[in-house]
């Protein structure tokens, strides 16, 4: 069964660069039939995809963050990961990655998330 | 790119049908059937409910229908149950090769 972890610093300074990684277990990252993502929720609000990323190292940015996004694969550890820089306090958000079908587009399965708060 | 509209919220008593709509345009919702919808539990991860419009992930169940008509897909919850309350949230692909969220809905079962 494919699961997906999450692991990072749950703090960040304003004006510092947020680092995520997601762990990939139960599965290969290396799937052309999938696409790698991140998606971010701020505490009460909704989901906002970040950005998605496939093995062969294509990726696609949300357009209001891609000047501060940056996701890579390390297809030898099954992870990828996200550097979002300059970060604010709106940038405080739990982060989720997840599994993109590359035909269905949809998100499954999703990782359990984690909290990152932006703050001095 | 603009979030996609849903309502902020729908409620329905036990054994109900609701429908939650989800409004795109003709570049995302309106152009592809790549329309996801995912349910979320307080304090939990998002969950696949529907994919391709109307195809439900094996477990589901077949209570969770989905549908689109021109720029508006939308989930119809039938025989609802207390556990189904929570936030449900559309997805879409985009002609610009990115995906994009609705704001939401929270379900209330009265």
């Known amino acids: 069964q494919l699961q997906l972890q999450e692991s990072g610093p749950g703090l960040v300074k304003p004006s510092e660069t947020l680092s995520l990684t997601c762990t990939v277990s139960g599965g290969s990252i290396s799937s052309s039939s999938y696409y790698w993502g991140w998606i971010r929720q701020p505490p009460g609000k909704g989901l906002e995809w970040i950005g998605s990323i496939h093995y062969s190292g294509s990726t696609y940015y949300n357009p209001s963050l891609k000047s501060r996004v940056t996701i890579s694969v390390d297809t030898s550890k099954n992870q990828f990961s996200l550097r979002l820089s300059s970060v604010t306090a709106a940038d405080t958000a739990v982060y989720y990655c997840?599994?993109?079908?590359?035909?269905?587009?949809?998100?499954?399965?999703w990782g359990q998330g984690t909290l990152v708060t932006v703050s001095s | 790119q603009s979030a996609l509209t849903q309502p902020a919220s729908v409620s329905g008593s036990p054994g109900q049908s609701i429908t939650i709509s989800c409004t795109g345009t003709?570049?995302?919702?309106?152009?592809?059937?790549?329309v996801s919808w995912y349910q979320q539990h307080p304090g939990k991860a998002p969950k696949l409910m529907i994919y391709?419009?109307?195809n439900r992930p094996s477990g589901v169940s077949n209570r969770f229908s989905g549908s689109k008509s021109g720029n508006t897909a939308s989930l119809t919850i039938s025989g609802l149950q207390a556990e189904d309350e929570a936030d449900y949230y559309c997805s879409s692909y985009t002609s610009s090769s990115t995906w994009v969220f609705g704001g939401g809905t929270k379900v209330t079962v009265l």
């Open positions: 003709s570049s995302d919702v309106g152009d592809y059937n790549f």
């Open positions: 391709e419009v109307s």
């Open positions: 997840a599994r993109q079908g590359a035909g269905t587009t949809s998100c499954d399965p």
